[in-house]
């Protein structure tokens, strides 16, 4: 129990910080909460990434679009930890401006999380666009 207890403190603070920044335009707060080990891959709303190259390709271009949000909200719907893996899934609520433009939309996510040297990393992302 203390292992997933451990992996929720750091989904309800560093992480949801890092998602925040993110869309106020800071990819690198993501960045750093993920794995510099491979396999990393995303499955991404916009964009697909596998492999640290692409993945750092990709949270360098969505971050420049990004900017003023005004609420970003993670309503975690289920999630576990079992030694050194672990999962999200949740609805991902989002108010910020997108290439310019006041945007407000919900994210479904799904994350897979691998701890690595004592710390939780992301190592797989996966979003879509909620709709009815």
Do not use: I
């Not at 403190?9 to 106020?24: R, S």
């Not at 707060?29 to 991404?44: I, N, Q």
């Not at 190259?53 to 719907?77: I, K």
């Not at 999200?88 to 407000?104: F, I, K, M, N, Q």
């Amino acid at each position: 129990m203390a292992d997933r207890d451990d992996f929720l403190q750091w989904v309800g603070t560093a992480l949801y910080a890092a998602e925040h920044a993110l869309h106020d335009g800071d990819a690198g707060s993501r960045r750093a909460l993920w794995s510099r080990r491979e396999p990393v891959s995303v499955l991404g709303a916009r964009r697909n990434a596998n492999g640290l190259r692409e993945v750092d390709e990709l949270f360098a271009a969505p971050a420049a679009g990004f900017s003023d949000c005004t609420d970003h909200r993670f309503e975690l719907l289920t999630a576990d930890a079992v030694g050194d893996l672990a999962c999200t899934a949740g609805l991902e609520h989002v108010s910020a401006s997108v290439d310019g433009l006041p945007r407000t939309y919900v994210l479904r996510v799904t994350q897979v999380h691998r701890r690595e040297d004592g710390a939780w990393r992301v190592v797989h992302r996966r979003g879509d666009t909620a709709t009815g």
